[in-house]
């Protein structure tokens, strides 16, 4: 199964910017789709923030859209987020997931996860 390692968090002022990377342990050019999820709390759901698939589309939460793009290197086996104009309600912790089953509402079902990166946006 493969193995993804998200990096990239950190503490950033509101309207800032990060990229998130996570990184496959095997080649991700042509089995999986992929996604990026959110927890803003540990006792919370984890919510959806954006998903891609090898055709290359691409889908974004509501939330997100226009502020962020997902987008992967298929050389170095490795998907982004990149975030701009960050907000404080976008402090979470961030999970990138890979999958088989892509939905046609533009929904990459995660299988596989990452163990997380902390994103902090201050006021």
């Known amino acids: 199964q493969v193995q993804l390692v998200e990096s990239g968090g950190g503490s950033v002022q509101s309207g800032g910017s990060l990229r998130l990377s996570c990184v496959a342990s095997e080649d991700i050019s042509s089995s999986y789709c992929f996604s990026w999820f959110r927890r803003q709390s540990p006792g919370q759901v984890r919510e959806w923030v954006a998903?891609?698939?090898?055709?290359?589309?691409?889908s974004y939460a509501d939330s997100v859209k226009g502020r962020f793009t997902i987008s992967q290197d298929n050389a170095v086996n490795t998907l982004y987020l990149q975030m701009n104009g960050l907000k404080p309600e976008d402090t979470a912790m961030y999970y990138c997931?890979?999958?088989?089953?892509?939905?046609?509402?533009?929904?990459?079902?995660?299988?596989?996860w990452g163990q997380g990166t902390q994103v902090t946006v201050s006021s």
């Open positions: 998903s891609s698939n090898r055709g290359g589309v691409r």
């Open positions: 997931a890979a999958g088989t089953k892509w939905y046609s509402s533009g929904y990459c079902a995660g299988t596989y």
